[in-house]
């Protein structure tokens, strides 16, 4: 069972340049979502999706873009990339989003650390 | 906006003994509760969870305290080993029943582990 799979693990752009950062998971979860994570500034929410088809902004959504056309897969895409936007991402899947019955806890990828000149 | 909180950065603690690792929440709203471990070049990984009906859940080696008087959650480890040198950082839910959608994380602490 690999769980949440990222690549690649390491990135370097150009500013202006675009790319897809990948994301899938093979837990059958419903619920995916893309995080930043920079120092002293904890994890910060992107993007999230709740189910095939389906997609929001969450905190930081400004120059990324997201889809969800499977369950498996959460693809995270810079559409010009920017100075700013140097910081390691990670995706992450959950069985439920809402069901309070039991717990469902985030699980994590490895992260891509995006380096943007 | 409301946001979790760690009382320290850094825990320096001897291999053999407990380590406590605390967190502050702000929101008395808060329902679940999450602690997560992070080692060098790796991703969060899910160390233990609570809601907010109870005070205390175990696991192996760890226990994860919640003081919702106080506002305060702690996760236990006891007999700390080498290999649970990393940063721990607790995560809160602010809506009742929610689980990992609207999740909001803590900067984090770094726990050290002296030989």
């Known amino acids: 069972n690999a769980g949440v799979t990222q690549t690649p693990k390491f990135q370097v752009l150009k500013t202006g340049q675009s790319m897809t950062l990948q994301c899938a998971q093979d837990m059958n979860h419903e619920y995916m979502s893309w995080y930043r994570q920079d120092p002293g500034m904890g994890l910060r929410l992107i993007h999230y999706s709740v189910g095939a088809g389906i997609t929001d902004q969450g905190e930081v959504p400004n120059g990324y873009n997201v889809s969800r056309s499977t369950t498996e897969d959460f693809p995270l895409r810079l559409l010009s990339a920017a100075p700013s936007q140097t910081s390691v991402y990670f995706c992450?899947?959950?069985?439920?989003?809402?069901?309070?019955?039991?717990?469902?806890?985030?699980?994590f990828g490895n992260g891509t650390r995006l380096t943007v000149t | 906006g409301e946001s979790v909180g760690l009382h320290l950065p850094t825990l320096s603690v001897q291999e053999g003994d407990n380590s406590i690792i605390n967190c502050a929440y702000s929101?008395?709203?808060?329902?679940?509760f999450i602690w997560y471990k992070q080692e060098s070049g790796k991703g969060p990984q899910f160390i233990i969870d609570i809601r907010s009906n109870m005070d205390k859940r175990q696991g192996q080696r760890v226990t994860v305290l919640l003081n919702k008087t106080v506002k305060h959650l702690s996760l236990q480890i006891a007999a700390t080993q080498p290999g649970d040198s990393a940063v721990y950082f607790c995560a809160e839910n602010p809506y009742s029943g929610g689980g990992a959608d609207g999740l909001t994380f803590g900067k984090g602490t770094h726990l050290i582990i002296q030989p």
């Open positions: 929101n008395s709203a808060s329902d679940y």
């Open positions: 992450a899947s959950s069985y439920s989003s809402t069901d309070s019955s039991y717990n469902s806890p985030l699980h």
